[in-house]
């Protein structure tokens, strides 16, 4: 079973920067799909980042492009959010999540099947003044 656990969450100014952590346990396959998503109270959620772990690929909402990167630390199985120039918007609850995949895809082709990942963390809240 995978567990995901975030980390990293707070409160910023706009224009400031956060750095968002997702660190799994009970998994050491390299061919996985991983993704943040957000949601704040009373929106729907939105789909955020998504990587390919097996190459790296990467793929963003247009939201976020250009702001935040996303990536995965092999070896201590950690997934990384780095978000800067934040804005108020950006304030949610943010999840990572996660799922295994046979076959070869790709950061966007995760990202398409970011809704029906299998394993989710609890969420880190982020917050973003004005």
């Known amino acids: 079973e995978v567990q995901l656990v975030e980390s990293g969450g707070g409160s910023v100014q706009a224009g400031g920067s956060l750095r968002l952590s997702c660190a799994a346990s009970?998994?050491?396959?390299?061919?996985?799909?991983m993704g943040w998503f957000r949601q704040a109270p009373g929106k729907e959620r939105e789909d955020v980042a998504a990587?390919?772990?097996?190459?790296?690929?990467?793929y963003f909402a247009a939201s976020v492009k250009g702001r935040f990167t996303i990536s995965e630390d092999n070896a201590n199985n950690t997934m990384y959010l780095q978000m800067t120039s934040l804005k108020p918007e950006d304030t949610a609850m943010y999840y990572c999540?996660?799922?295994?995949?046979?076959?070869?895809?790709?950061?966007?082709?995760?990202?398409?099947?970011?809704?029906?990942?299998?394993?989710r963390g609890q969420g880190t809240q982020v917050t973003v003044s004005a």
């Open positions: 999540a996660a799922d295994r995949m046979g076959g070869r895809y790709s950061g966007s082709r995760c990202y398409d099947l970011l809704f029906s990942f299998r394993y």
């Open positions: 009970g998994d050491s396959d390299s061919n996985k799909c």
């Open positions: 990587i390919y772990t097996a190459d790296g690929s990467t």
